[in-house]
């Protein structure tokens, strides 16, 4: 055996490797530890998903929840100025809230709002310009943009990503927020997990992505709450063969008129008659 071919063999198989290692998987056989294995469903968290007895009572589409107070947070943006036109201050325009959670109101200092409701800024601010300017008159401070507040969307959607919240927000404006299910996304294992403290019970719900689109079923488009987790797993063909969710998750519709009572139900053929 040639010994200049055997090394030189041994050199592009070492080159192939490198640029393996370097490239990932494209154009390659797949490399223990690092190839990802896909936007796959943990053994733990799919029996999560399927051990759900009942849909816990949240706000869905047709009933929306109502946040009673906002508290600012750093990375919100206020607006800090006098409520009448007249007014002898002048106040700088929009002020983000800093990492420190404080915003800066030019000649009358830093005040810290993080933590705070808008009535209690206002109730903090006033003091702190009376203390400079006299006849300043009531203050009024707006949230402009709401940053701090965010829902995650995972997996096989075409922009995965975090988002800010709104408030208004379903699974379904999520999910299109995040450019829709990609070509992988596998529609039966959609679920919602809810971030819960360390030690207490997983919050993980199925979400039945055809009935939301197709059915208009409500069941399971839940509103988005701060630092929900949207994932979309990749389609695994032998556990997304056949079948639903669950009977629980995604029951057959009832059909029923515009009354609302339940309408005729389709008749199964008759067997044909044994001979």
């Excluded at 006299?134 to 965010?150: E, F, H, M, T, Y």
């Excluded at 197709?214 to 069941?219: C, G, R, V």
């Excluded at 399971?220 to 709450?225: D, K």
């Amino acid at each position: 055996m040639n010994p200049f071919a055997h090394n030189k063999g041994k050199k592009s198989l070492a080159i192939l490797l490198i640029s393996l290692q370097l490239t990932g998987c494209a154009g390659g056989p797949s490399l223990s530890g690092i190839c990802p294995d896909g936007n796959t469903l943990l053994d733990s968290t799919r029996a999560l998903r399927h051990r759900v007895a009942e849909l816990p009572a949240m706000p869905r589409e047709l009933d929306k929840g109502l946040t009673s107070s906002i508290t600012v947070e750093p990375g919100d943006v206020i607006l800090v100025q006098p409520a009448e036109l007249d007014s002898p201050i002048r106040l700088p325009g929009d002020q983000q809230v800093l990492p420190d959670g404080t915003i800066t109101l030019g000649k009358y200092g830093r005040v810290p709002v993080a933590g705070r409701t808008l009535e209690e800024i206002e109730a903090l601010v006033k003091p702190q310009i009376d203390s400079i300017t006299r006849d300043a008159g009531p203050i009024v401070v707006r949230l402009i943009n709401r940053q701090s507040k965010v829902y995650y969307v995972i997996g096989e959607v075409n922009a995965p990503g975090a988002y800010p919240l709104t408030g208004r927000e379903t699974v379904l404006d999520a999910l299109l927020q995040a450019g829709g299910l990609n070509d992988k996304a596998s529609k039966r294992n959609i679920l919602l997990a809810r971030p819960t403290p360390p030690g207490s019970c997983k919050i993980v719900l199925p979400v039945c992505y055809n009935e939301i689109v197709q059915l208009a079923d409500t069941s399971t488009n839940y509103q988005i709450a701060p630092g929900d987790r949207i994932f979309v797993p990749s389609r695994d063909f032998w556990k997304d063969k056949g079948g639903k969710d669950s009977a629980l998750c995604c029951p057959d519709p009832a059909l029923c008129d515009l009354s609302g009572k339940k309408g005729p139900q389709p008749q199964k053929p008759e067997p044909p008659p044994s001979k």
